[in-house]
């Protein structure tokens, strides 16, 4: 049987162009068979679990408001 394990392997700081400030959370998943501990998708959220989008450039797209930001 496979499991899955989530690991927040990093948080972020990140600014909207109008200010705001928001946190983004880099999540690592693993498939978990036997004794195998196997990386699969990393994917980045905010801590309330609504997703984000890493762009090309660095930025971040916060999906479910539709807002762009930088790192800071």
Not at 18 to 35: K, N, R, T, W
Not at 40 to 60: E, H
Request: avoid cysteine; glycine fraction near 8%.
């Amino acid at each position: 049987m496979t499991r899955r394990q989530d690991v927040l392997i990093a948080t972020h700081q990140a600014r909207s162009s109008d200010g705001l400030e928001f946190e983004v959370q880099e999540i690592q998943e693993y498939l978990l068979s036997g004794g195998d501990r196997i990386p699969s998708l990393k994917r980045y959220q905010q801590p309330n679990g609504r997703a984000v989008n890493l762009l090309k450039n660095g930025d971040f797209e916060l999906v479910a408001i539709g807002v762009i930001a930088s790192p800071v």
